[in-house]
């Protein structure tokens, strides 16, 4: 067990129900909370932003989706006065060096990983021993 909360933000179920298999089955964490819609995630986030120990360690973020952006979320996530260290590793399937630019404009953005998330990948993360609270993902 790394973590103890891993928020999971993705718009495709298939993928939040993937992405839980695995986690659960690495012991990556002891509670996955998972949200559809971007916007949820940063209300709870911004409900819980002065509470450490609300706060997720990881939060697993997808960009390309339908009511707000991974981009967009990162524009509002920086600006929340959350006091918690974050590292946030981008997990993406895309090869656009666009996307990959991007990821250098946030500094809470640690490295580019592509997609699919495994046991490996996961362990991966846990060896840098930069741990996280995001993990982006780009769809």
Do not use: H
């Not at 695995?22 to 990556?28: L, T």
């Not at 390309?64 to 974050?86: H, T």
């Amino acid at each position: 067990m790394k973590n103890k909360l891993t928020y999971i933000i993705d718009d495709d179920k298939i993928s939040v129900k993937l992405m839980n298999i695995i986690i659960s089955k690495n012991r990556f964490c002891e509670q996955i909370d998972s949200f559809y819609n971007p916007q949820f995630a940063l209300d709870t986030l911004k409900l819980n932003c002065t509470q450490n120990e609300k706060l997720p360690d990881v939060i697993l973020l997808d960009i390309n989706m339908r009511v707000m952006d991974g981009w967009q979320f990162l524009d509002e996530f920086i600006q929340l006065p959350i006091k918690k260290d974050i590292s946030i590793f981008m997990i993406t399937s895309s090869i656009d060096p666009f996307d990959i630019e991007m990821t250098k404009k946030y500094s809470v953005v640690k490295e580019y990983i592509m997609k699919p998330i495994t046991a490996e990948k996961l362990n991966k993360i846990c060896s840098q021993n930069l741990f996280f609270e995001i993990i982006i993902f780009i769809s």
